[in-house]
């Protein structure tokens, strides 16, 4: 295991070596007692897994392969990251949630509890790319949502509470809780029938 600045790691947490802990952000590069990551107990990181300075995740948490989360990023307990999952930095993640293999965070987006989001899921946060400048403003994904596989979400969009984006739909404007998006782009539709949260 590489290590860098000052990491603490709770109780039962398992490395599959090569994993990177405490990873220098740019503020640090070059000294050597800056805050590393914060892992809870009951902790699975697999190989590949690099997690930036100022990282910190909850009880339960666990990692695919070749997982990448960048700097000042909280994330809650019981909580899945799965294999190629880029994490930007600056972002908060609640409890219970559920990153399938490739879904891609960009930086100051926030999840909230028990979110879903499928493979290969895309969160933007520039609506001008490449010149977004200051203020990158990140998806906000509520409570209970799921976000299926191959979706774009763009910049500074809610995904209200319980809401479901449907596989393979572009989400240019807010979700109203407990409805569908569906589409390219997306229209808002009543959830379908056992779609609706418990």
Do not use: W
Not at 5 to 15: A, D, E, L, Y
Not at 96 to 120: A, D, K, R, W
Not at 173 to 184: E, N, Q, T, Y
């Amino acid at each position: 295991m590489i290590e860098y600045g000052v990491n603490r790691i709770g109780k039962n947490v398992q490395f599959f070596e090569p994993v990177t802990l405490g990873f220098p952000s740019r503020d640090y590069i070059g000294k050597k007692e800056h805050p590393g990551v914060i892992i809870g107990d009951n902790a699975i990181i697999r190989s590949g897994t690099i997690l930036y300075a100022d990282v910190r995740a909850g009880d339960g948490f666990s990692t695919g392969h070749n997982v990448l989360v960048r700097e000042k990023t909280t994330i809650g307990s019981n909580v899945s990251i799965g294999t190629g999952v880029i994490i930007e930095g600056h972002c908060t993640i609640g409890d219970h949630v559920s990153l399938q293999s490739m879904v891609y965070i960009p930086t100051n987006s926030e999840l909230g509890n028990h979110v879903f989001i499928g493979p290969n899921a895309v969160l933007t946060n520039d609506k001008y790319p490449p010149h977004g400048g200051k203020n990158l403003t990140g998806p906000t994904i509520h409570d209970h949502a799921s976000v299926g596989a191959n979706s774009t979400i763009l910049p500074g969009v809610k995904v209200g509470e319980g809401a479901l984006v449907a596989a393979g739909s572009i989400v240019t404007k807010d979700v109203p809780p407990f409805s569908l998006a569906i589409g390219s782009p997306a229209r808002i539709k009543p959830l379908p029938d056992g779609a609706v949260p418990k």
